[in-house]
Protein backbone atom coordinates (compact mmCIF):
# COMPACT_ATOMS: atom_id res chain seq x y z
CA UNK A 1 0.00 0.00 0.00
CA UNK A 2 2.83 2.18 0.41
CA UNK A 3 4.67 2.09 -3.34
CA UNK A 4 2.76 5.80 -4.16
CA UNK A 5 4.80 8.59 -4.17
CA UNK A 6 3.48 11.85 -4.99
CA UNK A 7 7.12 13.24 -5.86
CA UNK A 8 6.56 11.37 -9.44
CA UNK A 9 3.27 13.47 -9.81
CA UNK A 10 3.78 17.04 -8.34
CA UNK A 11 2.58 19.50 -10.53
CA UNK A 12 0.99 17.62 -12.84
CA UNK A 13 -2.60 18.56 -14.55
CA UNK A 14 -4.60 17.47 -11.83
CA UNK A 15 -2.24 19.08 -9.10
CA UNK A 16 -2.95 22.23 -11.10
CA UNK A 17 -6.75 21.21 -10.75
CA UNK A 18 -6.61 19.96 -7.51
CA UNK A 19 -4.90 23.08 -6.01
CA UNK A 20 -6.38 26.04 -7.93
CA UNK A 21 -9.83 25.03 -6.84
CA UNK A 22 -8.30 24.19 -3.11
CA UNK A 23 -6.90 28.15 -2.75
CA UNK A 24 -10.47 29.45 -4.07
CA UNK A 25 -12.01 28.43 -1.43
CA UNK A 26 -9.56 28.90 0.86
CA UNK A 27 -9.29 32.35 -0.08
CA UNK A 28 -13.21 32.27 0.39
CA UNK A 29 -13.58 30.66 3.68
CA UNK A 30 -10.54 33.05 5.38
CA UNK A 31 -12.31 35.97 4.72
CA UNK A 32 -14.09 35.69 8.30
CA UNK A 33 -11.97 36.02 11.15
CA UNK A 34 -12.69 33.07 13.58
CA UNK A 35 -10.28 30.59 13.42
CA UNK A 36 -10.60 27.65 10.89
CA UNK A 37 -8.97 24.43 10.98
CA UNK A 38 -7.49 22.85 7.86
CA UNK A 39 -7.35 19.09 8.21
CA UNK A 40 -5.32 16.66 5.06
CA UNK A 41 -5.90 13.12 5.49
CA UNK A 42 -3.12 12.85 2.87
CA UNK A 43 -0.81 15.07 3.42
CA UNK A 44 2.67 13.13 1.11
CA UNK A 45 6.18 15.18 1.94
CA UNK A 46 4.73 18.38 1.59
CA UNK A 47 7.29 19.77 -0.61
CA UNK A 48 8.61 18.66 -4.11
CA UNK A 49 11.68 19.47 -6.31
CA UNK A 50 10.51 19.23 -9.48
CA UNK A 51 14.41 19.07 -11.22
CA UNK A 52 14.26 15.50 -8.66
CA UNK A 53 15.23 12.59 -10.37
CA UNK A 54 11.26 11.71 -9.23
CA UNK A 55 9.95 14.65 -11.33
CA UNK A 56 12.22 13.84 -14.03
CA UNK A 57 11.17 10.25 -14.45
CA UNK A 58 8.10 10.94 -15.19
CA UNK A 59 8.31 14.94 -16.38
CA UNK A 60 4.56 15.35 -15.57
CA UNK A 61 4.89 18.89 -14.51
CA UNK A 62 6.00 19.44 -18.21
CA UNK A 63 2.31 18.75 -18.78
CA UNK A 64 1.04 20.18 -15.91
CA UNK A 65 2.30 23.45 -14.33
CA UNK A 66 5.14 24.41 -16.73
CA UNK A 67 2.64 24.74 -19.15
CA UNK A 68 1.40 27.73 -17.58
CA UNK A 69 4.41 29.82 -16.47
CA UNK A 70 4.13 32.17 -19.66
CA UNK A 71 0.55 31.98 -19.58
CA UNK A 72 -0.86 35.30 -20.27
CA UNK A 73 -3.84 36.68 -18.98
CA UNK A 74 -4.81 33.71 -16.47
CA UNK A 75 -8.15 33.63 -14.80
CA UNK A 76 -8.45 35.03 -11.96
CA UNK A 77 -8.30 31.59 -9.97
CA UNK A 78 -5.87 30.82 -12.21
CA UNK A 79 -3.33 33.82 -11.68
CA UNK A 80 -3.74 33.35 -7.33
CA UNK A 81 -2.85 29.66 -7.76
CA UNK A 82 0.75 30.91 -10.46
CA UNK A 83 0.99 33.57 -7.56
CA UNK A 84 1.39 31.17 -4.63
CA UNK A 85 3.67 28.86 -6.58
CA UNK A 86 6.13 30.95 -7.68
CA UNK A 87 6.33 32.24 -4.09
CA UNK A 88 8.11 29.25 -3.21
CA UNK A 89 10.40 30.19 -5.40
CA UNK A 90 13.55 32.93 -5.98
CA UNK A 91 12.46 34.78 -8.64
CA UNK A 92 12.71 33.23 -12.22
CA UNK A 93 12.61 29.70 -10.99
CA UNK A 94 10.67 26.95 -10.80
CA UNK A 95 12.27 24.56 -9.04
CA UNK A 96 9.81 23.79 -5.45
CA UNK A 97 6.52 22.74 -6.12
CA UNK A 98 4.61 23.09 -2.42
CA UNK A 99 2.02 20.39 -2.05
CA UNK A 100 -1.32 20.81 -0.30
CA UNK A 101 -0.12 21.09 3.41
CA UNK A 102 2.28 24.25 2.42
CA UNK A 103 -0.05 26.06 -0.04
CA UNK A 104 -2.89 25.85 3.33
CA UNK A 105 0.04 26.63 5.58
CA UNK A 106 0.77 29.96 3.26
CA UNK A 107 -2.42 30.87 3.31
CA UNK A 108 -3.56 30.82 6.67
CA UNK A 109 -3.40 33.11 9.43
CA UNK A 110 -1.77 32.61 13.14
CA UNK A 111 -5.38 31.90 14.78
CA UNK A 112 -5.78 29.22 11.85
CA UNK A 113 -4.66 25.63 12.76
CA UNK A 114 -3.37 22.74 10.02
CA UNK A 115 -4.05 18.78 10.92
CA UNK A 116 -1.53 16.73 8.47
CA UNK A 117 -1.47 12.52 8.68
CA UNK A 118 1.08 11.12 6.38
CA UNK A 119 1.35 7.11 6.83
CA UNK A 120 4.48 6.43 4.32
CA UNK A 121 6.78 6.04 6.21
CA UNK A 122 9.14 7.83 3.55
CA UNK A 123 7.27 10.49 2.97
CA UNK A 124 5.90 11.18 6.80
CA UNK A 125 9.68 11.97 7.98
CA UNK A 126 10.16 14.27 5.16
CA UNK A 127 7.12 16.08 6.01
CA UNK A 128 8.18 16.44 9.64
CA UNK A 129 11.45 18.00 8.43
CA UNK A 130 9.33 20.49 5.83
CA UNK A 131 7.48 21.32 8.26
CA UNK A 132 10.29 21.87 11.48
CA UNK A 133 11.35 24.43 9.06
CA UNK A 134 8.41 26.75 9.50
CA UNK A 135 8.91 27.26 13.11
CA UNK A 136 5.37 27.06 13.29
CA UNK A 137 5.08 24.19 16.19
CA UNK A 138 1.75 25.44 17.53
CA UNK A 139 -0.13 26.07 13.85
CA UNK A 140 0.93 22.77 12.69
CA UNK A 141 0.73 19.10 13.93
CA UNK A 142 2.15 16.21 11.82
CA UNK A 143 0.59 12.84 12.93
CA UNK A 144 2.15 9.31 11.03
CA UNK A 145 -1.74 7.72 11.32
CA UNK A 146 -4.36 6.88 8.86
CA UNK A 147 -6.13 10.53 7.66
CA UNK A 148 -9.23 8.21 7.68
CA UNK A 149 -9.69 8.15 11.03
CA UNK A 150 -9.53 12.01 12.08
CA UNK A 151 -13.33 13.10 12.43
CA UNK A 152 -13.21 11.68 16.11
CA UNK A 153 -10.13 13.21 16.89
CA UNK A 154 -10.44 16.90 15.17
CA UNK A 155 -14.54 17.50 14.34
CA UNK A 156 -16.01 19.41 15.18
CA UNK A 157 -13.07 22.05 15.87
CA UNK A 158 -13.69 24.32 19.00
CA UNK A 159 -14.05 27.38 16.40
CA UNK A 160 -16.67 25.26 14.41
CA UNK A 161 -15.17 25.65 11.20
CA UNK A 162 -13.01 23.25 9.43
CA UNK A 163 -12.27 22.54 5.94
CA UNK A 164 -10.64 18.52 5.50
CA UNK A 165 -8.83 17.68 2.09
CA UNK A 166 -9.30 14.28 1.67
CA UNK A 167 -6.65 12.82 -1.24
CA UNK A 168 -5.61 9.20 -0.81
CA UNK A 169 -3.74 7.75 -3.74
CA UNK A 170 -6.34 5.46 -4.31
CA UNK A 171 -3.62 2.64 -5.50
CA UNK A 172 -6.22 -0.03 -4.05
CA UNK A 173 -9.96 0.53 -5.04
CA UNK A 174 -10.88 0.05 -1.31
CA UNK A 175 -9.44 3.72 -1.43
CA UNK A 176 -12.82 4.78 -3.41
CA UNK A 177 -15.35 3.33 -0.81
CA UNK A 178 -13.31 4.56 2.49
CA UNK A 179 -13.60 7.92 0.83
CA UNK A 180 -17.67 7.70 0.43
CA UNK A 181 -17.68 6.39 3.78
CA UNK A 182 -15.87 9.13 5.45
CA UNK A 183 -18.05 11.46 3.56
CA UNK A 184 -20.72 9.95 5.17
CA UNK A 185 -19.52 10.08 8.24
CA UNK A 186 -18.30 13.47 8.11
CA UNK A 187 -21.15 14.70 7.13
CA UNK A 188 -23.11 13.05 9.65
CA UNK A 189 -20.70 13.78 12.39
CA UNK A 190 -20.37 17.61 11.34
CA UNK A 191 -22.68 18.63 8.79
CA UNK A 192 -21.40 22.73 8.64
CA UNK A 193 -17.84 21.65 7.26
CA UNK A 194 -16.33 21.81 4.35
CA UNK A 195 -15.46 18.86 2.40
CA UNK A 196 -12.95 18.63 -0.63
CA UNK A 197 -12.09 15.23 -2.14
CA UNK A 198 -9.67 14.68 -5.35
CA UNK A 199 -9.96 11.76 -7.33
CA UNK A 200 -8.79 10.47 -10.66
CA UNK A 201 -10.20 9.07 -13.53
CA UNK A 202 -9.35 6.34 -15.07
CA UNK A 203 -10.81 3.20 -16.62
CA UNK A 204 -12.02 1.92 -13.05
CA UNK A 205 -15.93 1.71 -12.10
CA UNK A 206 -15.18 2.84 -8.64
CA UNK A 207 -13.74 6.21 -9.81
CA UNK A 208 -17.35 6.92 -11.81
CA UNK A 209 -19.08 5.42 -8.54
CA UNK A 210 -17.53 8.11 -6.47
CA UNK A 211 -18.57 11.41 -7.90
CA UNK A 212 -22.09 10.00 -7.78
CA UNK A 213 -22.10 8.33 -4.10
CA UNK A 214 -20.31 11.67 -3.11
CA UNK A 215 -23.53 13.90 -4.61
CA UNK A 216 -26.08 11.34 -3.50
CA UNK A 217 -24.46 11.34 -0.17
CA UNK A 218 -24.67 15.75 -0.30
CA UNK A 219 -28.12 15.47 -1.82
CA UNK A 220 -29.51 13.33 1.48
CA UNK A 221 -28.01 15.70 3.84
CA UNK A 222 -29.24 18.77 2.42
CA UNK A 223 -25.98 20.02 1.30
CA UNK A 224 -25.24 21.57 -1.75
CA UNK A 225 -22.18 20.05 -3.74
CA UNK A 226 -19.98 21.36 -6.46
CA UNK A 227 -17.97 18.84 -8.81
CA UNK A 228 -15.33 19.90 -12.01
CA UNK A 229 -13.61 17.43 -13.92
CA UNK A 230 -10.31 18.04 -16.42
CA UNK A 231 -9.72 15.61 -19.04
CA UNK A 232 -6.22 16.26 -20.66
CA UNK A 233 -6.33 13.26 -22.58
CA UNK A 234 -8.58 9.89 -23.59
CA UNK A 235 -8.64 7.17 -26.21
CA UNK A 236 -7.12 3.75 -26.45
CA UNK A 237 -3.24 5.54 -26.68
CA UNK A 238 -3.72 7.75 -23.33
CA UNK A 239 -1.80 6.09 -20.88
CA UNK A 240 -1.12 7.70 -17.32
CA UNK A 241 -3.27 9.59 -15.84
CA UNK A 242 -6.28 10.93 -18.48
CA UNK A 243 -8.29 13.09 -15.97
CA UNK A 244 -9.07 14.08 -12.52
CA UNK A 245 -11.52 15.94 -10.62
CA UNK A 246 -13.14 17.19 -7.66
CA UNK A 247 -15.83 17.11 -5.53
CA UNK A 248 -16.54 19.83 -2.68
CA UNK A 249 -19.54 19.41 -0.27
CA UNK A 250 -20.45 22.60 1.28
CA UNK A 251 -18.67 24.82 -1.34
CA UNK A 252 -18.37 28.78 -0.83
CA UNK A 253 -20.81 30.05 -3.04
CA UNK A 254 -18.19 32.01 -4.66
CA UNK A 255 -16.30 28.57 -5.96
CA UNK A 256 -18.26 27.99 -9.45
CA UNK A 257 -17.75 31.37 -10.41
CA UNK A 258 -13.84 31.32 -9.72
CA UNK A 259 -14.07 28.14 -11.63
CA UNK A 260 -15.92 29.01 -14.46
CA UNK A 261 -13.18 30.98 -16.48
CA UNK A 262 -10.41 28.87 -15.50
CA UNK A 263 -11.95 25.76 -16.99
CA UNK A 264 -11.58 26.37 -20.16
CA UNK A 265 -8.09 27.77 -20.14
CA UNK A 266 -6.99 24.62 -18.57
CA UNK A 267 -7.93 22.84 -21.51
CA UNK A 268 -6.55 24.84 -24.19
CA UNK A 269 -3.46 24.47 -22.50
CA UNK A 270 -2.87 21.75 -20.76
CA UNK A 271 -5.01 19.13 -23.09
CA UNK A 272 -2.59 16.84 -24.88
CA UNK A 273 -5.63 15.60 -27.51
CA UNK A 274 -9.08 16.41 -28.93
CA UNK A 275 -10.69 14.70 -25.96
CA UNK A 276 -9.60 17.32 -23.34
CA UNK A 277 -12.50 18.83 -22.09
CA UNK A 278 -13.93 19.84 -18.55
CA UNK A 279 -17.67 19.68 -16.69
CA UNK A 280 -18.55 21.83 -13.95
CA UNK A 281 -21.61 21.33 -12.23
CA UNK A 282 -23.38 22.12 -8.64
CA UNK A 283 -26.38 21.47 -6.58
CA UNK A 284 -28.29 22.20 -3.49
Request: one cysteine or more; a positive charge.
Amino acid sequence: MFSYRHAFHAGNHADVLKHTALIAVLRHLLQKETALTFIDTHAGAGLYRLDSEFAATSGEAADGVERLWSLEAPAPALSDYLSVIAGFNAKGSHRVYPGSPFIAQRLLREQDRLKLYELHPTDGKTLDANVAQLDAARQVAVLREDGFGCLNRFLPPPSRRALVLCDPSYEIKTDYARVGQFVADALRRFATGCYFVWYPIIPRPEAHDLPRRLRTLSTQAGKPWLHATLTVKAGKTATGLPASGVFVANPPHTLKAALQPMLPQLVEHLGQDHHAAFTLDSGG
